[in-house]
DNA sequence: GAGATATGTCAGCCATGTTGACGTATCTTG
DNA sequence: CAAGATACGTCAACATGGCTGACATATCTC
């Protein structure tokens, strides 16, 4: 892998150049990337009259239901007052419901209607033709790689709480 | 879509079944990795007063000095008026200055002044600070198959636009 | 019983995107 | 050369989704 590198410049290849160009590599790939994927559900969010903040909302209550509000907050790291707006809407238009916690009454336990469920799958769809696309057009060694990077771009502060979506509910 | 689901059911592990949750890890490690790096520069551009939309132009400004306002709009993909509205900011403070295209008149090719440069630079050095500290714990492998993955996530019809950016310009 | 915690909500502000309409300079082409 | 296309700028109005600050209620913990 010594070849990332753009040869043509200078011959004794300084070590920082490269290194900037690598940088900025991932950092427009990444860019680009991300926003064609968000792109791939505007269409669909927006025939249900609905923005990318309730994609994210019913995504995460999707992944791990019965999440509780502040856990969503964590995740989204948005103040209570955009989430909460975001949420009664979701409520409003019966695509999330909300039961009182079991062990401490004071928590919400968040979870996707019938309808709800429906609409994320659809969502998820279309992000799954996406990247199923792009992982196999990279191959699995590929795919392992792009998720190593992307953990050591998580703050250790967090990488607790992303890791624990992949986790059933207790 | 309805068999995708989540299966406590299948106990088998249906290949379907881990296909979801493989995608499911790339979105989320796509949505965490990309707004922490993005977090990573912004206390840096609150104490200028500036913010992210001007930051993505310094960005390509930087990268490919002597942009014309129509490249920078495919790069951004957003209209015009919101793009003079950043672009009359960041000229307004002296970051970047425009000069008549010499073989298309009505072109105006966009450069940072010198502090436009040092202000992005100063910027660059936070992405490349979290994303070295990536690309070394990943390792070199999983940086190639990092890129290949997001490669495949740039529709055909942007990928060249993209390439591009690592191109000088003539 | 006092204080901490989880949640909700009112009110207003800001950044950054959108559409639609229109103007000017310049290039291209019949 | 005249006519139309193109590159850029700008006015006005509006939507989305963040933010701060302040305050209320229910519930848990000590």
Redesign the pocket.
């Known amino acids: 892998m010594a070849d990332i590198s753009r040869p043509s410049a200078s011959p004794g290849a300084s070590p920082l150049f490269l290194r900037e160009d690598e940088i900025r590599r991932g950092v427009e790939l990444l860019y680009f990337g991300y926003t064609r994927l968000t792109n791939a559900i505007d269409q669909e969010l927006a025939k249900q009259?609905l923005?990318?903040?309730?994609h994210?909302a019913l995504y995460f209550i999707a992944r791990q239901p019965d999440l509780?509000?502040?856990e969503l907050?964590r995740l989204l790291?948005?103040?209570?007052?955009?989430l909460?707006r975001?949420?009664?809407e979701l409520h409003d238009r019966d695509l999330v419901v909300?039961k009182t916690g079991p062990l401490?009454?004071?928590?919400?336990l968040l979870r996707l209607t019938d309808s709800g469920g429906t609409l994320e799958a659809e969502l998820f769809a279309q992000l799954r033709e996406r990247l199923s696309a792009a992982y196999v057009t990279a191959g699995q060694e590929s795919v392992t790689g792009f998720w190593h990077v992307l953990e050591g771009l998580v703050p250790e502060s967090d990488r607790q709480m992303v890791f624990d979506l992949r986790k059933d509910k207790v």
Chains 1, 2 share one sequence.
Do not use: Y
Request: charged share 30%.
């Open positions: 009259g923005g990318r903040a309730h994210r509780t509000v502040g907050l790291a948005i103040t209570k007052q955009s909460g975001v949420l009664k909300t401490d009454r004071r928590q919400k």
